[in-house]
């Protein structure tokens, strides 16, 4: 099925089918803007993850609807960037039914930035248990 072409500022409430404002999208079936917004390349820093959660909200505001992210983007900032900005916009009045999130998983990824050693960094977060010695 196609969606109409909009002109001007059209948020994703504007499409038909859309859900009410205030009410379970949860029995309604969520319509996709045609482009979205990735978060996937940029500095692990507190100024690409503002720069991401502006990017974020101005994507929503204008019609958009589709978020991607992943755990290994940016050191799983950028995820951390998708709520911060999902956050936003429920301040603004968006429900999180209005939007799509895509995420992948099965990686295994340095929390925040790059450890110093990264071996010992993945050996006790993800291998050393605590009934197995650790190095």
């Given at each position: 099925?196609?969606?109409?072409?909009?002109?001007?500022?059209?948020?994703?409430?504007?499409?038909?089918?859309?859900?009410?404002?205030?009410?379970?999208?949860?029995?309604?079936?969520?319509?996709?803007?045609?482009?979205?917004?990735?978060?996937?390349?940029?500095?692990?820093?507190?100024?690409?993850?503002?720069?991401?959660?502006?990017?974020?909200?101005?994507?929503?505001?204008?019609?958009?609807?589709?978020?991607?992210?992943?755990?290994?983007?940016?050191?799983?900032?950028?995820?951390?960037?998708?709520?911060?900005?999902?956050?936003?916009?429920?301040?603004?009045?968006?429900?999180?039914?209005e939007m799509v999130i895509?995420?992948?998983?099965?990686?295994?990824?340095?929390?925040?930035?790059?450890?110093?050693?990264?071996?010992?960094?993945?050996?006790?977060?993800?291998?050393a248990t605590a009934d197995?010695?650790?190095?």
């Amino acid at each position: 099925m196609r969606l109409p072409k909009y002109e001007g500022n059209t948020t994703p409430r504007d499409l038909p089918g859309a859900p009410p404002r205030g009410t379970s999208a949860s029995n309604r079936a969520c319509r996709l803007s045609s482009i979205g917004i990735g978060t996937y390349l940029g500095e692990p820093d507190a100024r690409t993850d503002q720069a991401y959660v502006d990017a974020i909200v101005a994507a929503v505001e204008s019609g958009g609807n589709v978020i991607d992210s992943a755990i290994n983007y940016r050191f799983q900032r950028s995820e951390r960037s998708v709520r911060a900005a999902l956050h936003e916009l429920a301040r603004r009045g968006f429900a999180r039914e209005e939007m799509v999130i895509c995420t992948k998983g099965g990686f295994l990824t340095p929390d925040g930035d790059m450890p110093s050693d990264a071996s010992e960094y993945f050996n006790h977060e993800y291998v050393a248990t605590a009934d197995s010695p650790r190095r």
